[in-house]
C-alpha cells in the first residue's frame, strides 16, 4: 500500500504523530508499505520504515494549494510507479481518480456538530474533504466510536463503511520522566521550582483555553502558593486568548512557551501537578493520552471520544470556567487523587499501542481492495 504523508505538518502535530506513529507500526509488522513524503520528511521516513519504498514529492507541495493540485494529478502517478494495490490518504482529502482503492482518515466531526469552534474558511474545506470521503472512499478510518457515530448521526454515514482505529502512544517518547527531565523542563521555563499547571495543544477555540485561564484565576488568585499556568503549543487563532491572559491578576503567573521540543515533553506533562484539557469536543484527543502516559494527573471533559480515551483514569469536568475552577482547586489539593490518577492513567495508556491501530489499518486496507 502507498501512504501519503505528504499533509503531515513541520511541526509534526498531532496529524504528524498519528501518520509517523502508524508508519512505524506498519513497517514492524512487515508490511508492503511505500511512502511518499515532503522532501524535508524523506529522511526521517527512511529511518521509520526502512524496508519501505520512500517518495520524495516535488518541493512546490510544501505549499498547501499546491499539495492539494498535485494530489489530484501527481499523487495517482506515485501510486501508479510503485504499483500500489492500495492508497490511504490519512488527513481528509483524496484523489478523485486515483486508479485503484482509498481509504481516508477523518479525524474529526465538530466541523460539522461545532462549527462556530473553527474558523469559517477551515470549517468550510474541511467539511467537503469529509463529505467527500464518505461518499468516493473505499473505506473510512476514524480514531474513535464517538467520530464514528457523529458521522453516521449527522451525515446518515454508511456505519459499515467506517473502520475505527485508535491511535497508539509512542513509549519512546511520551513516558514516566526521571527527576532529571522534569528539573531540565523546570529551568528551560524559567519557573524555579514552582508547581504548574499545563496546557499542550493548539491555542484554538475548541480546546477552550480562555475557560481554563479564567478558572484558574479564580481557583487560585487568592492562595500565596498558587501554580503556574503554562500554555504550551501553537499560538493557533482564539483571539479571545489574549483578553483572558490581560485580566490575569500580577501576582498569578502564565507563560506561553509555544511549542516545546518533544525530548522536553515528558518533563513537561510528567512534571506538571494537573495537565487541563478542558476541550469541547475531540476526534481523539492525542494530549490526553500522551499527558496519562508521562503519569500526569488530567483533567478533561466528557465530550466526545474523551472519555474512551481516559477511560476512570482521568478526572472531568464541565466546560464552564465555574467547573473548571471547582475540578481544578480540588484536584490540586489531593494529593492522593492525583497520585491515584497518575498511576492509572500510565496503566491505561499501555492499551493505546501503534501496532493495535496498524492491525486495524490493514484490515481496512484489505477491505477496501476486496470492495
Keep these: 500500500m502507498l501512504v501519503d504523508a505528504t499533509a503531515v505538518p513541520a511541526d509534526r502535530g ?14 514492524d509488522l512487515h508490511a508492503e508499505l ?35 493540485a498535485w494530489e489530484q494529478t501527481g499523487l495517482p502517478l506515485v501510486a501508479q510507479q510503485v504499483e500500489a494495490d492500495v492508497l490511504h490518504s490519512p488527513h481528509y482529502t483524496m484523489p478523485l481518480r486515483a486508479g485503484r482503492p482509498v481509504v481516508v482518515t477523518v479525524h474529526d466531526a465538530t466541523f460539522f456538530t461545532e462549527p462556530g469552534l473553527h474558523s469559517s474558511v477551515k470549517g468550510t474545506f474541511f467539511r467537503s474533504a469529509t463529505r ?14 464517538a467520530t464514528r457515530d457523529e458521522l453516521v448521526r449527522v451525515l446518515e ?19 514516566l520522566p526521571s527527576d532529571a527531565e522534569k528539573q531540565r523542563v523546570q529551568a528551560r521555563l524559567g519557573l524555579g521550582g514552582q508547581p504548574f499547571i499545563a496546557f ?10 480562555p475557560a481554563l485561564i479564567a478558572a484558574w484565576v479564580q481557583a487560585f488568585a487568592d492562595r500565596d502558593d498558587a501554580p503556574a499556568l503554562v500554555l504550551a503549543g ?6 479571545q486568548v489574549d483578553g483572558a491572559i490581560a485580566q490575569v491578576p500580577s501576582q498569578l503567573r502564565v507563560l506561553r512557551p509555544g511549542y516545546l521540543r518533544f525530548t522536553d515533553l515528558p518533563g513537561y506533562l510528567g512534571g506538571a501537578r494537573i495537565v487541563a484539557y478542558p476541550s469541547h469536543g475531540e476526534g481523539f484527543g492525542l494530549p490526553v493520552l500522551e499527558a496519562m502516559a508521562c503519569g500526569a494527573p488530567v483533567l ?20 464552564d470556567a465555574g467547573s473548571i475552577a471547582t475540578a481544578l482547586s480540588q484536584l490540586y489539593d489531593d494529593a492522593d487523587r492525583r497520585a491515584a490518577l497518575a498511576a492509572a492513567g ?26
Aim: some cysteine.
Design 14 to 27: 498531532g496529524v504528524g504523530r498519528y501518520v509517523d506513529g502508524l508508519i512505524s507500526a506498519l513497517a
Design 34 to 68: 511505500a511512502i511518499v513524503c515532503q522532501r524535508s520528511d524523506a529522511e526521517r521516513y527512511g529511518r521509520l520504515a526502512p524496508e519501505a519504498r520512500v517518495v520524495a514529492g516535488p518541493a512546490a507541495i510544501a505549499h498547501r494549494p499546491a499539495r492539494l
Design 132 to 145: 467527500t470521503a464518505l461518499r468516493r472512499a473505499d473505506r473510512v478510518v476514524v480514531p474513535s466510536r
Design 157 to 175: 454515514a454508511d456505519a459499515g463503511q467506517i473502520d475505527v482505529a485508535y491511535h497508539g502512544v509512542d513509549p519512546g517518547t511520551f513516558h
Design 200 to 209: 499542550l495543544g493548539m491555542l484554538e477555540p475548541r480546546k477552550n483555553v
Design 234 to 239: 501553537g499560538a493557533g487563532w482564539d483571539d
Design 300 to 319: 478533561t471533559t466528557r465530550r466526545l471520544s474523551l472519555p474512551e480515551v481516559g477511560g476512570d483514569a482521568v478526572a472531568y469536568t464541565e466546560p
Design 346 to 371: 500510565h496503566e491505561r495508556s499501555l492499551q493505546f499501542t501503534w501496532a493495535a491501530s496498524a492491525e486495524t489499518h490493514l484490515d481496512s486496507y484489505l477491505r477496501a481492495l476486496q470492495r
